[in-house]
């Protein structure tokens, strides 16, 4: 049998262990499907929507050492699709010569948002100004700060763990708990960038994508890609995101949000050491979609083409306020007869407000019939139950 | 809950069963994680390419009344993704309610090569001619027939149980069973069609597909979409595509072979009634692939689109010759690096000459690209050990 790392690939099977059964595991899942590996995944939920999709399901605790370890032990590379996993494991593993993706030490800097944003200071990224706040007190001490945002330093998921505070009489929803204090930026633009980055250190970066919210719910509405910004914009977003990637000095898949200003100041807002909502339109709209490039880095292959295909807009379905349950998919017919439209349930049974039960993605070559769609779409699919 | 046909859709999930675990099931089960079904799949093989994607794997003989009776008890609609099914139990399944795609009628008159050419016959759709052998001294009292193509009744799949039969001399190769002989035709041009049909009897044609051969090995070398042919012809096809689809009178998804001749007549060669080969460029190229429309079928949604994205091509990845053992892919990270190419690798463990592996598809609005890219790849990629 040829062992040589050139011309010739060998398919005995590589072993990839996913750690967290969502909708990323599910759509990661998906695309291993296209490749030679056997997968491993392990969660709680049996239920959960991955558990289905993958070679040896391994029911067990993402944040207990012990069942990290074990389900660890023995694979070839094991990655993250939630950031909340034993990261000392992860560590023990990588030193017994398991390839993590991201890489534990990055991983750490990562989830801790006070370590997240001291690295983007020793880096000099630029991202905005901030205190660190041990509890409900030291907040109260810093109120000439405000307006600011709090941001838990650990646990803060989807929304949750993070509170604006514009005056003092906010200052009781703030956080009793290690957590920073984020000077709040006057935002002209949310911007999010998916780079992909090697084991030999190559690294491929998809288009900027425009996030686009509702300013009076605080609800992303939806995202277009590519972003439609100024050169001048476009090139900070690209070598800021490029310098966050670079800096953590690991291989895998990364998301980096950023804030344009009204100065056309460009910030960090936050990164993620794996595949990412804002990402989620590569699936049909780019040639190699963030899932398919997490396989290529993990298995050795070449990265693939972050070239648009066909530009593209995505909504995120959530389950709308007041319902909880088994979910129901209103409206979900009219949008399926749309001819550029795709649709992605996760497969989730039960649904609560602002749950991301699903996303649907939008092609065309024009702007506004993305616009159009992506409008369309929120107001005819609900989920309720 | 809503309970309404109309705007509503119940997310009770839909329990789907798939007959066969083979790559068509496997391309079927990645389809299948956009939609909220519950999937259940039985073939003997546990390691089969399809196994790990379902909800529910259930061991058993798919030629087996009992195993396929208990296995679709309960569910709420069966697929396949192979003829050789036992469509005895599918007919019980059918009259105790559970929706079958294809239906029973249509898969019995299609799985015997006999009733497939005298359905053909009975309809007044063009195919070339024949006569009925029910073993070899028949063959051999019709030498006058020849040349022509001998082709078992049952029983023959990818290439076994078919021989051509061009002289006397050839008959003791002929088979000594029920069987047809077909009049041999030259031919211009292959062409191949997938077809659509709702339970409402809505149909959706996808474009017709150019399958290129190398008539030295007589093996398909490539397949181009769409097919670029004379409008007359075009129509030819997809008038005598639609009116197959239309007399088999059952919902699904079907693939009809055609042949072209020199004088530009259209005679169909034969159906396929599940998603095909000739369908797997649709995954990347089309709004709507075979394997997604198959679920819109099954899940009772409206028909998606089957308007190309982009011009495309395959090229099917089947064992070297001399080959068998573990399978071995020679030239992929090669391919992998050409950005319009999308790799398909079956996770078959084991390869055999001729035995399908995978398959690799090419995007391009250019004629001349996909056909370029297509033997690059043919040269490049072989499956060894």
């Given amino acids: 049998m040829p062992t040589s790392a050139g011309r010739f ?4 099977m590589t072993k990839v262990g996913i750690l967290g059964g969502g909708q990323l595991g599910r759509m990661l899942l998906q695309a291993a499907a296209n490749y030679p590996v056997e997968t491993y995944l392990m969660e709680n939920d049996a239920g959960c929507p991955a558990a289905h999709l993958c070679h040896h399901f391994i029911s067990g605790d993402i944040k207990n050492f012990d069942d990290v370890y074990q389900f660890g032990k023995g694979l070839d590379a094991i990655t993250i699709e939630i950031e909340s996993v034993n990261e000392a494991a992860l560590e023990k593993l990588e030193s017994e010569g398991v390839r993590i993706y991201p890489k534990p030490a990055a991983l750490k ?3 801790n948002k006070i370590l997240q944003k001291q690295f983007y ?10 205190l660190i706040t041990q509890n409900i007190n030291e907040l109260t001490n810093n109120s000439s700060f405000l307006p600011a945002v709090h941001k838990l330093a650990t646990g803060g998921f989807d929304g949750r763990g993070v509170q604006v505070i514009e005056t003092k009489d906010d200052i009781s929803k703030g956080f009793d708990a290690p957590a920073v204090l984020e000077k709040m930026v006057k935002i002209k633009k949310e911007i999010a960038v998916i780079i992909a980055v090697s084991d030999t250190g190559d690294t491929a970066m998809y288009p900027a994508v425009d996030m686009i919210f509702d300013n009076r ?5 939806y995202q277009v890609s590519p972003a439609v910004l100024p050169e001048k914009i476009l090139w900070k977003v690209e070598a800021i995101a490029g310098k966050v990637v670079r800096d953590l000095q690991s291989a895998g898949i990364f998301a980096i949000e950023l804030f344009v200003d009204h100065n056309d100041n460009v910030y960090v807002n936050e990164t993620a050491p794996r595949v990412h909502n804002s990402g989620h339109h590569t699936i049909e709209a780019n040639f190699s979609s963030q899932f398919d490039m997490l396989w290529r880095v993990m298995l050795g292959y070449p990265l693939g083409s972050t070239e648009h295909i066909l530009p593209a807009a995505i909504v995120n379905l959530l389950g709308a306020e007041g319902y909880s349950g088994e979910a129901v998919y209103e409206g979900l017919n009219e949008i399926l007869q749309i001819e550029n439209v795709f ?9 609560r407000p602002g749950r991301k039960m699903g996303h649907i993605t939008i092609l065309s070559k024009e702007k506004q019939e993305l616009v159009h769609q992506a409008n369309r779409i929120k107001n005819t699919v609900r989920v309720i139950t």
């Fill in 9 to 12: 690939y060998i398919c005995a």
């Fill in 109 to 111: 800097t990562i989830k």
């Fill in 121 to 130: 200071k020793d880096n000099e990224v630029p991202t905005a100004d901030f």
């Fill in 217 to 221: 719910l605080n609800l992303l509405e």
């Fill in 343 to 351: 649709v992605h349930i996760y497969g989730k049974k039960e649904t």
